[in-house]
Every structure is written in C-alpha cells, then in structure tokens.
C-alpha cells in the first residue's frame, strides 16, 4: 500500500510543506513593523445614510448666521481640511486667534482645538456653530426645517427628524470619513520595504534620534499629548514678540499656571500640506518649521541637510484622501 503511494505522496506532502512555508515566510513580510507611530485603519466604519446628510451640511451655508460661511469655508475638502492662511475671520468679523487645524484624521485626537478644550467631535460641532459661525439653534433649526428635501432626509434617518443633536450627530458622522490612510509611510509600517526610500528611512531614523518622537507620535505623529510650545523662548518658535497674545492655551482648560503657552502637539500627517505653522499660523515653510522646532523643543540646532532628511521623511506622511469604505 504504502510503496504504490510513496511517489505521489513524497510529491504531496512537498507540495503542502512548500504551500505553508510561501504563508510563513509572506505573514513574516507582512508583519507590522513594531513602530512608535501606528498606520491610520484603511477605513473607518460609518452609517451610509447619515454621513451623505453630514457632507451636505458640511458645505450648507445655512448653519451661518447670515448664510455667508459653511464648514468648507474654513476646512475646504480640496485644501487638505484647511484654509491655508495665518488667521480666519469669524462671521462676526473678529478675526481668529490661532491658525486652523485640519479636519482630517481630528477623529484620532484626544481633544479638538489647540488646548483640546473639547474632546468629542458633536460638542467641537456645537462651539463652530456658535462662535465660528455666529449662529444660534433656532436659526439654524428654522432655515434647514424650511428645506423639503432636508426634512425627508431627517424623516428618514433620525426618528425625531430635524433636530440640534441629529445635525451634530450626521456632521460628525461625515468628519469621521474623513481620515488619509495608506501614506507611503504607512505603507512602510504594514511591512512594505519599497514604501520610501533609503534617505526617506534614514530621515525618520533622525526624527526618532533627535527626540522628534516623544512628542509627535502614536496614529497622528501627535494629538495624544499636550506640550510647552517653545520649551526655548518665544523669540526661537517664530513669534515676534515676548508678549503673550492672547491665544486660547491650555491654561484656558485646566486653570493652571503652568499650563500657559501650553497646546495640543498637533498632528504631523499631511504636514507638508497644510502651511502655514504652529497655533499662530506665522511660519510659512515646512522647513523653519522644522528648525524652529529642533530649537524651540530640542534645544538643537541642525544642518541644513538634517533639516532636509526630516522634510523627506514627513513628505511620506501624505496620505490619501478619505478611507476604502465608502
Ligand atoms: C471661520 C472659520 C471656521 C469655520 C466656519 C469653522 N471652523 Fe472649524 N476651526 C476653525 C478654527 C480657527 C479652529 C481652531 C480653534 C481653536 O483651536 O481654538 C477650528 C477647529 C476645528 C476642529 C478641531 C480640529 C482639531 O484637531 O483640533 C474641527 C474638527 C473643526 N474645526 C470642524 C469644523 C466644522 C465641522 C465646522 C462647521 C460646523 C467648522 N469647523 C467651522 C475655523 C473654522
Ligand atoms: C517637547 C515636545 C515636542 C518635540 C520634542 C517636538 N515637537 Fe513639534 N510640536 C510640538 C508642539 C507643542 C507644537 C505646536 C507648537 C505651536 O503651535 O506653538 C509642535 C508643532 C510642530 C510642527 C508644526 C505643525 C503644524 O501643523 O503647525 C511641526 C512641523 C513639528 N512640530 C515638527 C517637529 C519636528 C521635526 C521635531 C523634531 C526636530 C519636533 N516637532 C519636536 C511639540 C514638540
């Protein structure tokens, strides 16, 4: 019995040992490298429904006080969730007091705004409403209940239809699609060697020896912890003067004095596309940014080629617009 099956079971049994040993070795190369920055998941989980009335209201006018500005005014979609300048006004007119930040991946924050003064997306909508947009609910509620096609679509999803809480709850539900996964870097991360390059590696290798990383890490490359801007003086981080403006910092949260000039460390994904820097919004190029924060956080000053080996490695933090789910 055993010799007629010796061939074809010697042949067999090679075969299903080459099959697992091509799994084996494939899991092993596919193995997430054990990194102090995690990829951002390929997609988010969302509720269809919700998230198309979520993007229309993103873009809807009417959740201003006088019809002039929407969300997208300041966190355009096609500008990478920012707008691109130091400083925006209020519809009240008064101008801001610290740049805006991306609305991209601000689901992975611990808190929302610069001194993460809220830490759920509904209340940061409900602060934007209000202040940003100078609104009130019973205006907003009056001009989108006025819309037909509106109060069908709350009809259908929200059992109290159009309501303050379900346009919170379809806004953020909308903010949660918006995530940039599968950079190069991440890429990288999952176990793809070939991600970046050789200088790209070495500039991340930098960012790591340098200390970069104990302050931007985890899923953002920061948004997990709060820090002193300009651990040096205010002078070195690009601000002109010693003063302190008047920012909200963290200070404006906790009450405590030594939570001055104290930020949310913002996240680095993207970064090269969304200048101008820091919570003040005055320095215009990635690169001063990078040595201002060598100096301000680090006490270091770098070369110009070390300036440029962690540019390289934050180009590859550019990730692609909107997760796979949709
Ligand atoms: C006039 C400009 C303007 C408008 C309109 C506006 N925002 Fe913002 N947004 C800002 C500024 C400025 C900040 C930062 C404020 C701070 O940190 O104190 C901000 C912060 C945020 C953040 C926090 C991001 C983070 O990671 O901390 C989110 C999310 C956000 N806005 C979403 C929205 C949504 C949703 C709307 C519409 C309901 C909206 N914004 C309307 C200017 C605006
Ligand atoms: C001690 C904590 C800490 C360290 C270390 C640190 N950072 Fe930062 N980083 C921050 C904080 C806080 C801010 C926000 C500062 C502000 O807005 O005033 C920031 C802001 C930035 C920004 C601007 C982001 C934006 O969107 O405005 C970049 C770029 C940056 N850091 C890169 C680096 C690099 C590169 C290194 C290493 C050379 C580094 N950081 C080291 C805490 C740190």
Not at 74 to 92: A, K
Not at 97 to 122: D, H, K
Not at 299 to 320: P, Y
Request: aromatic share 8%; net charge neutral; proline share 5%.
């Amino acid at each position: 019995m055993w010799s007629s099956c010796a061939r074809p079971c010697f042949v067999l049994l090679f075969g299903v040992l080459l099959g697992w040993l091509t799994v084996v070795t494939e899991t092993w190369a596919s193995e997430p490298r054990n990194e102090p920055v995690l990829p951002i998941p390929t997609c988010t989980a969302m509720d269809g429904e919700k998230v198309r009335l979520g993007k229309r209201l993103y873009h809807d006018v009417r959740l201003s006080a006088n019809n002039s500005v929407s969300c997208a005014t300041c966190h355009p979609l096609d500008g990478w969730g920012m707008d691109g300048i130091p400083v925006s006004t209020r519809v009240d007119g008064v101008a801001n007091t610290v740049n805006t930040p991306t609305v991209f991946n601000a689901l992975f924050n611990i808190g929302l705004f610069w001194n993460g003064r809220v830490t759920s997306l509904e209340d940061q909508i409900e602060e934007a409403v209000r202040v940003e947009m100078g609104a009130t609910w019973n205006d907003v509620l009056r001009k989108i209940s006025q819309d037909e096609s509106y109060r069908q679509s709350f009809a259908r999803v929200y059992r109290g239809g159009i309501q303050a809480v379900n346009i919170r709850d379809a806004l953020a539900e909308f903010e949660r699609l918006l995530i940039t996964p599968n950079s190069r870097f991440d890429r990288y991360l999952r176990g793809e060697d070939q991600a970046i390059t050789p200088e790209e590696k070495q500039g991340y290798e930098l960012f790591k020896k340098l200390g970069c990383i104990s302050c931007h890490q985890g899923v953002n490359l920061g948004g997990n912890l709060f820090h002193r801007s300009g651990i040096f003086p205010r002078q070195e981080m690009g601000q002109e003067t010693a003063a302190a403006p008047p920012e909200p910092d963290r200070m404006a949260v906790t009450g405590n004095k030594e939570d001055a000039e104290v930020f949310k460390v913002p996240s680095l994904r993207n970064v090269t596309r969304t200048a101008p820097y820091f919570h003040h919004g005055q320095v215009k190029t990635l690169e001063e940014a990078v040595t201002l924060m060598a100096r301000g956080q680090l006490g270091r000053i770098i070369s110009v080629q070390e300036r440029d080996l962690l540019v390289g490695f934050l180009r590859t933090l550019e990730g692609t617009l909107y997760g796979e789910c949709r």
